[in-house]
């Protein structure tokens, strides 16, 4: 069974641009996270889609938005790149967003705003 | 509002030696709790969880972490070190309901010692 994806696996962009991810999770999982690891600020919570909706969002300005396709897949975009905004940024998957449920990473996309 | 405190930035332990990974939790409602282990420049990978089932867990590569709601601790341990150790190790936690991001700890660097 293949696990999460996330493309691409390295990002380059200037300050001002805007960055697109994206996550295919595992099959039959319908909702999809996306967390930033940034250096010293540590694992935050970004956004939770579940069944193509938008449940959840964490302490992060509008520029950071995402949608989910009909196949479950999910991209995230941050507009407005800053240079603060450098970080991994990890996809995880679940089977159906419950509490419970465990979550699945994606090995990240390591975005690099210069 | 969940949260997880992990004691120790850093740890380093002898190979063979136990390894006690320390994580505190604050919830105002049951809490799930999980383990995950990031090795460098990877996602996260799930070592165990905590569901209430059962308050000794066991998880994958020998890991196991016990849920005592007294201490609200959920500590890992392992008997004994292995090189194939060394990785950074967060502690979760989910909910409380209707949200359910991941709140992580800060994370926790284990060396092994040959």
């Known amino acids: 069974e293949a696990g999460v994806t996330q493309s691409p696996t390295h990002l380059i962009k200037t300050r001002g641009q805007q960055a697109t991810l994206r996550c295919s999770p595992i099959?039959?999982?319908?909702?999809v996270y996306w967390y930033q690891q940034a250096l010293g600020l540590g694992l935050q919570f970004l956004l939770w889609?579940?069944?193509?909706?938008?449940?959840n969002r964490g302490n992060f300005p509008p520029r950071f938005s995402g949608r989910q396709f009909p196949n479950y897949s999910s991209e995230l975009n941050v507009n407005a790149l800053e240079l603060e905004d450098s970080a991994l940024y990890l996809c995880?998957?679940?089977?159906?967003?419950?509490?419970?449920?465990?979550?699945?990473f994606g090995p990240g996309t390591r975005l690099t705003v210069l | 509002a969940q949260s997880v405190t992990q004691l120790g930035s850093h740890v380093s332990v002898s190979e063979g030696a136990l390894v006690l990974l320390r994580c505190n939790y604050s919830?105002?409602?049951?809490?799930?709790l999980f383990w995950y282990v990031q090795y460098p420049n990877q996602g996260l990978q799930l070592l165990l969880k905590?569901?209430?089932?059962?308050?000794l867990v066991k998880g994958i590569n020998g890991f196991e972490a016990e849920f005592k709601k007294s201490e609200t601790s959920f500590h890992l341990t392992k008997p004994s070190a292995h090189m194939s150790d060394a990785a950074e190790y967060f502690c979760?936690?989910?909910?409380?309901?209707?949200?359910?991001?991941?709140?992580f700890g800060t994370g926790t660097r284990l060396t092994i010692i040959p």
């Open positions: 979760a936690v989910s909910g409380p309901f209707g949200n359910e991001k991941l709140t």
């Open positions: 099959s039959g999982h319908t909702s």
């Open positions: 905590y569901t209430s089932a059962a308050t």
């Open positions: 919830s105002s409602v049951p809490p799930y």
């Open positions: 889609y579940d069944e193509g909706e938008e449940r």
């Open positions: 995880a998957s679940s089977l159906e967003g419950g509490k419970a449920d465990t979550q699945y």
